[in-house]
C-alpha cells in the first residue's frame, strides 16, 4: 500500500496532463519536421514546380518550418511546467550538462539548429549567399538528431513498439528524398526518376 502511495506522489495528474501535452506537440513536430525537409527538397530540386509556382511552393515549405519550430518548442517549453521533475531555462537550451540525458542532448542541438536555420533565413539579405545555404543544409543533420532524439524518447517511454512504426513510416520518405536530393541529376535522369529538359 505504501508503495502504491509512493508511485501516485511520484506521478502528480497535473504532470500527466502536461506530459501529454509534451508528447502530442512532439509528435505534431516531427510529423510537420518530416514535412519540411520532404517539402524543402521538392522546392529546391524544382521536382514539382510544374505543379505550382516556386513562390507557393517556398511559401509551403515556411509555413510547415514555422509549425514545426512552433510545435518542437512547444514540446520543450511544456517540460518546464513539471513538477516531479524540475526542467528549468538551462536545462533546456544547454545540452550535455551535467546530470542531462543523452536524448535530451539530441532534441536540444536539434531545435537549436532549426532555430539558426530559421534566423538564417529571416536575414538571408544580409548573408552571402553561399553562407546562407550552408546553414540552411544544416536541416539535414538537425532532422537526424531529432530522429534520434525521438527515437530514444520512445524506448524511454516505453513506446517504440506503436509510435515509432509511426516515426519510421514517416522517415522513411523523408530520408530517401533527402538522399536523392545530393544524387547527381544525371544519374536521376537516366534511372527514369526526373525527365530531363527539353
Same mark, same amino acid.
Given at each position: ?5 509512493a ?10 496532463g502536461?506530459?501529454q ?15 519540411t ?22 511559401s ?9 519550430l ?20 538551462? @536545462? $533546456?537550451? !544547454? ?5 542531462? %540525458?543523452? =536524448?535530451? &542532448?539530441?532534441g536540444? /542541438? #536539434? ?6 536555420i ?6 538571408? @539579405? $544580409?548573408? !552571402?549567399?553561399?553562407r546562407?545555404?550552408w %546553414?540552411? =543544409?544544416? &536541416?539535414y543533420p538537425a /532532422? #537526424?538528431?531529432?530522429?534520434l532524439h525521438s ?8 513506446? $517504440?513498439? !506503436? ?36
Open positions: 500500500m505504501l508503495s502504491a502511495f508511485q501516485q506522489a511520484a506521478h502528480s495528474p497535473h504532470d500527466e502536461v506530459r501535452v509534451a508528447a502530442l506537440s512532439a509528435r505534431l513536430s516531427y510529423t510537420l519536421m518530416c514535412l525537409l520532404c517539402w524543402g527538397v521538392l522546392t529546391s530540386t524544382g521536382w514539382v514546380q510544374r505543379t505550382t509556382g516556386r513562390q507557393a511552393l517556398r509551403g515549405h515556411l509555413v510547415l518550418a514555422t509549425l514545426a512552433a510545435f518542437g518548442a512547444l514540446h520543450a517549453l511544456s517540460f518546464g511546467f513539471l513538477d516531479d521533475e524540475r526542467f528549468d531555462l538551462l @536545462r $533546456l537550451t !544547454v545540452p550535455l550538462l551535467p546530470g542531462g %540525458l543523452v =536524448r535530451h &542532448a539530441l536540444i /542541438v #536539434g531545435i537549436e539548429l532549426m532555430l539558426a530559421a534566423i538564417s533565413t529571416a536575414v538571408q @539579405r $544580409l548573408l !552571402v549567399y553561399r546562407w545555404l %546553414l540552411h =543544409r544544416l &536541416a /532532422v #537526424g538528431l531529432t530522429v527515437l530514444f524518447g520512445a524506448i524511454a517511454n516505453g513506446h $517504440l513498439a !506503436v509510435l515509432w512504426l509511426g516515426g519510421i513510416t514517416l522517415f522513411v520518405p523523408t530520408a530517401l528524398l533527402a538522399a536523392l536530393r545530393f544524387v547527381p541529376t544525371g544519374v536521376l535522369t537516366r534511372s527514369g526518376l526526373v525527365e530531363e529538359e527539353r
